[in-house]
């Protein structure tokens, strides 16, 4: 039984820790949420002061009043395993949390627009969770073991950008923004076998991995915007590679308990003070809006070059000695491949009231299917004449992934896992 489970740890955690591979450095980066796709990036009207100093700061310049906004989200994660077409538990976690706050100044000139903004927002949560659990037979029909697989993940990144936009000509803005980021993770892994009708002298095993990593960096855009006719805008923004500093620790824990109450430590590790620096995609968005009173509409593209993510660091793999930079590309060249992501978004205005609704469709960018994420934004805000007004915003994110692996018998089991994440802001916002 040792020898098996011994087996199972091996396969199941793969790399030594201090051998980070290409996933640690995608984690800050992958699944950037930033900004929702119902705040277009190419229309003025639906504008958010987290979309433009995110997205595309140019539209900043068509804010003609200064405003402070800010909301909180309701969220829930949750995951479900699927195996030969049966669904297993679906784990569910909620939480509410603060999500951004944002000013916005438009500045006095004497021709054209000039305008300066500030905001600090959510760009990313780490957060799924998953668990899968089975039976299986050991030697012989009549011996039975069962194992269970945990995964979880949880934290946040958050921005802090400032930028501004001028607008150059009648038809024309541009804008600039830079952020600071800054956030944490905690992502633990979890295999567990337990003899529930006593065949084997062992009770439980466990093999348990948890990594909590810090991030601290910057990051920085430019954006174009211009009106090509009075029903047609044209959007352009390059988004820079930010440049993320990542201070980790992480524990390993591999530990039997027999039947007579004594255990065994195979593994027991503590490591502190990682340290490493990734360097992640820069993006290309494309967007063109259009223009119908009481009716707003846009079709938006954004490239992600997740292929030029790279690592800097002095770590080395323990086993070979060697540095793992030229490893880390070697394997982002393998295995990670560039992002495309389509969006299209309705926004109707009606003052006081308004209304959108956008969806969004993109690859992960381990992933070649375009139907791996899938997010859907709605908003309803109601402004009224005092200044005071109220936004009510919700958003479902899909994504698919899978949990595989390998048991002593040989018998691959490849788990779907269907991951959503949603939340539900409360927002209000005041124009003064």
Known sequence: MKNRILFIAILLWGVNLFSQNYLDVLRPFRGMRGISGSESGVIPASMGAGNALLGNPAILSYSE?????????????SGKSVFNSTVWENLQDQQLRFNSISYIKPV??????WVWGVNLQRVNSFSSISQFQEFDYDSSPDTVFAYK?????????????AGTSVLLTMNTSIGYAVSYLTGKNSFSKLYEESDPYDYYSFDRFIDSLHFSPSYSGFGARVGLLSQVTDNLNFGVSIELPSRISVEESATRDSIEWYDDGDKQVFSHSKWSGLEYTSWGPWRLGLGLGFVANPFEASINYRFHKYSSVFMKGDLYDSET????NQQIDDEVSRYVQDVHEFSASLHWTLDPLNLSFAATLMNDPLNYRFDNIIRMDAGIGYQLRS?????LAFRNEQWQSDLNHTLDSSIERSVDLENSFSNLQFGLKYTL
Do not use: C, I, P
């Not at 000695?321 to 793992?324: A, I, S």
């Open 108 to 113: 006095q000139v004497y021709r054209g627009a």
């Open 387 to 391: 200044g005071l007004g109220f936004t």
């Open 321 to 324: 000695g060697k540095n793992l």
């Open 65 to 77: 009043r200064a405003f402070f906004s800010a909301d909180l989200s309701y969220d829930q994660v």
């Open 149 to 161: 697989y945990l995964y979880g993940e949880t934290g946040d990144m958050y921005a802090l950008t």
